[in-house]
């Protein structure tokens, strides 16, 4: 009996070992990313409307827009993304942090209409590169599933009005779509759970 009891506790500690070893590393946080903690949150999670939410996105759009950042091509009101120090090994890691993130986007206010009339319209322009209703990405495009209302509105706000440069593809999105329609589709983004 007691040999039986070691034998099952044996393959029960190696079946955890096996386990652990197949689980994700989540990356440290680099010594950079206590700086971003202070608007983005420690875990990616922002406490301010008007700034995103880090948490789960892939990383390679993070580099990219801290690339931006720093060369001016991406308007920014927060000193830290301009900082020309910061090394480019830096910011992946600062990202790998970040798009290993787990933590879960809060809910907020949306408006139930706008969110349903957006539907369509984001199938027709949106689901192609921003997938499972902005929970998937063609890894071109960063995930907008969950982001804040308010920062989504902003970022529509600076793309129609030239202040942010349309990625690739994102003119084709935007042509002829009303002042209304990227309300809605905003409100839509927001309204989906991560």
């Given at each position: 009996m007691i040999r039986h009891h070691l034998v099952l506790a044996a393959a029960l500690l190696a079946s955890s070992a096996a386990l652990a070893a197949k689980a994700p590393k989540i990356p440290v946080a680099p010594p950079s990313a206590a700086a971003c903690a202070e608007c983005h949150g420690a875990n990616g999670v922002a406490g301010a409307a008007s700034v995103p939410h880090l948490n789960g996105q892939i990383p390679d759009n993070i580099v990219e827009a801290l690339e931006q950042f720093r060369a001016g091509k991406r308007p920014s009101s927060a000193p830290v993304h301009t900082n020309p120090d910061l090394p480019s090994p830096e910011m992946e890691a600062l990202a790998r942090f970040y798009g290993a993130q787990r933590a879960q986007r809060p809910a907020q206010p949306v408006d139930e209409a706008k969110v349903s009339a957006a539907a369509a319209v984001y199938e027709r322009r949106c689901a192609k590169c921003h997938l499972e209703g902005g929970r998937e990405s063609d890894h071109e495009a960063p995930l907008l599933a969950g982001q804040s209302?308010?920062?989504?509105?902003?970022?529509?706000?600076?793309?129609?009005?030239?202040?942010?440069?349309?990625?690739?593809?994102?003119?084709?999105?935007?042509?002829?779509?009303?002042?209304?329609?990227?309300?809605?589709?905003?409100?839509?983004?927001?309204?989906?759970?991560q």
């Amino acid at each position: 009996m007691i040999r039986h009891h070691l034998v099952l506790a044996a393959a029960l500690l190696a079946s955890s070992a096996a386990l652990a070893a197949k689980a994700p590393k989540i990356p440290v946080a680099p010594p950079s990313a206590a700086a971003c903690a202070e608007c983005h949150g420690a875990n990616g999670v922002a406490g301010a409307a008007s700034v995103p939410h880090l948490n789960g996105q892939i990383p390679d759009n993070i580099v990219e827009a801290l690339e931006q950042f720093r060369a001016g091509k991406r308007p920014s009101s927060a000193p830290v993304h301009t900082n020309p120090d910061l090394p480019s090994p830096e910011m992946e890691a600062l990202a790998r942090f970040y798009g290993a993130q787990r933590a879960q986007r809060p809910a907020q206010p949306v408006d139930e209409a706008k969110v349903s009339a957006a539907a369509a319209v984001y199938e027709r322009r949106c689901a192609k590169c921003h997938l499972e209703g902005g929970r998937e990405s063609d890894h071109e495009a960063p995930l907008l599933a969950g982001q804040s209302l308010e920062y989504l509105q902003a970022q529509t706000a600076a793309f129609v009005s030239g202040k942010r440069k349309f990625p690739f593809l994102m003119d084709e999105a935007y042509q002829g779509l009303t002042a209304d329609d990227l309300d809605r589709l905003s409100h839509y983004f927001a309204s989906q759970k991560q």
